[in-house]
């Protein structure tokens, strides 16, 4: 009777053995996409609080004069943008030596307390400040992010997963749109205190949920031609000497680029766009413009990731070719955009721009991914957002101009010139070897 009892005691705690262990499973094939889900809140906050500010030109123009002139606005628009692309391949290289997990919850915290501090400025050169500020926070946040994701998701979910957190900040561009509405039912310093106090708000919520790969630090030591391993930060120059010493980089450098000046134009002036071209009232033109190219965009960009990630099980140019078939429906886009006047061009030409930015947007991490391995990664988005943050504070600064000049539609057209050139350059050049580059 002993035995019997004994053998029985075996038996279940065996069956608790396998259900404890199936749990464990379970929840393990499960968190990869609650670290979708959590992160993509993030990514709506933030393009949300740097978005805001396009739409609210017109009600903040009354307290700060300055914002009058479309030059002044586009500088105030600028300088989030070039401060953000020189913190970008640091941010990255960041990312890649430290846990990710706080790296965000900070850089959540301090943006979203940048954006309440704005709501107490009527100083054009403190809010000009604050942007710089707000343009370091949110620097340190993308490359860690999709590090993460890319982290947790392999080749047969991967497009899909940076696609569907690509989606959150189309959500959040499209909610920034209703800035001028709320700022004109309210006021532009309740839209920033309210906006700010939720995003503080988050980042307490992240440090309870939010888990950085157990595993990501077991590579991390790098041997050097003496045989002396070294870690950290001193692997600084091995990473960028990896990064830029290969040709396929340079491309993928040029290829994410290219339609930044027509992907950071939209963000930053195609309300403007919208309210000229249309002779409508910019608290209506916003949220028209920011709501069409975000939900374009949310098809493109699921739509994208699905197709990629099906199409590289089949071929190893998968993801190249979604990505190109995207960046070609751009160039239509942009001159029904530019040249475009009757409500149903302008939509058509948002529509097209939404559906291709996010088949592109889906794919730029997981084209990264098989041509640098996973140590490396964050700083080479990194040193990608460089040089994309760049080519948009510049054209957003020509485009203040142009818009000053009444060429704002002739111009935006022409960007579909260096956008046909990325099409090419990818499709001739980027072959990759693996669906997932996993060494050096």
Same mark, same amino acid.
């Given at each position: 009777?002993?035995?019997i009892?004994?053998?029985?005691?075996?038996?279940?705690?065996?069956?608790?053995?396998?259900?404890t262990?199936?749990?464990?499973?379970?929840?393990?094939?499960?968190?990869?996409?609650?670290?979708?889900?959590?992160? %993509?809140?993030?990514?709506?906050?933030?393009?949300?609080?740097?978005?805001?500010?396009s !739409?609210?030109? *017109?009600?903040?123009? &009354?307290?700060?004069?300055?914002?009058?002139t479309?030059?002044?606005?586009? $500088?105030?628009?600028?300088?989030?943008?070039? #401060?953000?692309?020189?913190?970008?391949?640091?941010?990255?290289?960041?990312?890649? $030596?430290?846990?990710?997990?706080?790296?965000?919850?900070?850089?959540?915290?301090?943006?979203?307390?940048?954006?309440?501090?704005?709501g107490? /400025?009527?100083?054009?050169?403190?809010?000009?400040?604050?942007?710089?500020?707000?343009?370091?926070?949110?620097?340190?946040? &993308?490359?860690?992010?999709?590090?993460?994701?890319?982290?947790?998701?392999?080749?047969?979910?991967?497009?899909?997963?940076?696609?569907?957190?690509?989606?959150?900040?189309y959500?959040?561009?499209?909610?920034?749109?209703?800035?001028?509405?709320?700022?004109?039912?309210?006021? %532009?310093?309740?839209t920033?205190?309210?906006?700010?106090?939720?995003?503080?708000?988050?980042?307490? *919520?992240? &440090?309870?949920?939010?888990?950085?790969?157990?595993? $990501?630090?077991?590579?991390?030591?790098?041997? !050097?031609?003496?045989?002396?391993k070294?870690?950290?930060?001193?692997?600084?120059?091995?990473?960028?000497?990896?990064?830029?010493? !290969?040709?396929?980089?340079?491309?993928?450098?040029?290829?994410?680029?290219?339609?930044?000046?027509?992907?950071?134009a939209?963000?930053?002036?195609?309300?403007?766009?919208? /309210?000229? /071209?249309?002779?409508?009232?910019?608290?209506?033109?916003g949220?028209?413009?920011? #709501?069409?190219?975000?939900?374009?965009?949310?098809?493109g960009?699921?739509?994208?990731?699905?197709?990629?990630?099906? %199409?590289?099980?089949?071929?190893?140019?998968?993801?190249?070719?979604?990505?190109?078939?995207?960046? /070609?429906?751009?160039?239509?886009?942009?001159?029904?955009?530019?040249?475009?006047?009757?409500?149903?061009? &302008?939509?058509?030409?948002?529509?097209?721009?939404?559906?291709?930015?996010?088949?592109?947007?889906?794919?730029?991490?997981?084209?990264?991914?098989?041509?640098?391995?996973? $140590?490396?990664?964050a700083?080479?988005?990194?040193?990608?957002?460089?040089?994309?943050?760049?080519?948009?504070?510049?054209?957003?600064?020509?485009?203040?101009?142009?818009?000053?000049?009444g060429?704002?539609g002739?111009?935006?057209?022409?960007?579909?010139?260096?956008?046909?050139?990325? *099409?090419?350059?990818?499709?001739?050049?980027?072959?990759?070897?693996?669906?997932?580059?996993?060494?050096?």
């Open positions: 009777m002993e035995n009892g004994e053998n029985k005691q075996q038996i279940n705690g065996k069956k608790e053995s396998n259900q262990y199936m749990n464990q499973s379970k929840v393990k094939s499960i968190y990869p996409w609650v670290v979708v889900g959590l992160l %993509w809140v993030v990514a709506l906050l933030n393009y949300m609080d740097r978005q805001m500010l !739409t609210m030109k *017109v009600s903040m123009m &009354i307290d700060i004069k300055e914002l009058e479309a030059e002044n606005f586009g $500088r105030l628009m600028a300088v989030f943008l070039w #401060i953000y692309g020189f913190m970008s391949p640091v941010a990255g290289l960041i990312a890649d $030596r430290v846990n990710r997990k706080w790296l965000i919850v900070g850089s959540l915290a301090v943006w979203s307390g940048v954006t309440l501090s704005m107490y /400025s009527t100083n054009f050169h403190v809010l000009y400040i604050l942007r710089a500020i707000m343009g370091i926070s949110e620097a340190l946040y &993308i490359p860690a992010a999709l590090a993460l994701i890319a982290d947790y998701h392999k080749e047969g979910t991967r497009s899909l997963a940076i696609g569907i957190h690509m989606t959150g900040l959500f959040g561009q499209a909610i920034g749109g209703f800035g001028a509405t709320v700022a004109h039912e309210f006021s %532009w310093q309740t920033f205190h309210s906006f700010g106090l939720i995003g503080i708000a988050y980042s307490i *919520v992240l &440090i309870f949920f939010l888990r950085e790969k157990k595993d $990501r630090f077991a590579s991390k030591q790098i041997e !050097t031609s003496g045989g002396i070294i870690r950290g930060f001193k692997s600084i120059s091995q990473s960028l000497g990896m990064l830029l010493g !290969t040709v396929s980089f340079w491309v993928i450098l040029f290829y994410f680029a290219a339609p930044s000046f027509p992907g950071w939209t963000k930053n002036w195609l309300p403007t766009l919208f /309210s000229e /071209s249309l002779g409508m009232d910019m608290s209506k033109a949220p028209l413009a920011t #709501i069409t190219i975000a939900a374009s965009s949310f098809i960009v699921i739509f994208g990731g699905i197709l990629a990630d099906r %199409w590289i099980m089949k071929n190893l140019r998968g993801r190249i070719y979604t990505g190109a078939i995207g960046l /070609s429906l751009l160039i239509p886009s942009l001159i029904l955009l530019g040249f475009g006047h009757g409500l149903i061009g &302008i939509l058509g030409g948002g529509v097209l721009f939404g559906i291709g930015f996010g088949m592109f947007d889906a794919n730029n991490m997981p084209i990264l991914c098989q041509f640098v391995s996973p $140590r490396h990664r700083a080479g988005y990194g040193l990608m957002n460089l040089t994309g943050v760049f080519a948009g504070a510049f054209v957003t600064e020509l485009l203040g101009k142009s818009t000053d000049s060429h704002l002739r111009d935006m057209a022409l960007l579909a010139i260096p956008v046909a050139l990325a *099409v090419v350059l990818q499709l001739l050049v980027l072959k990759p070897k693996v669906a997932n580059k996993e060494e050096d």
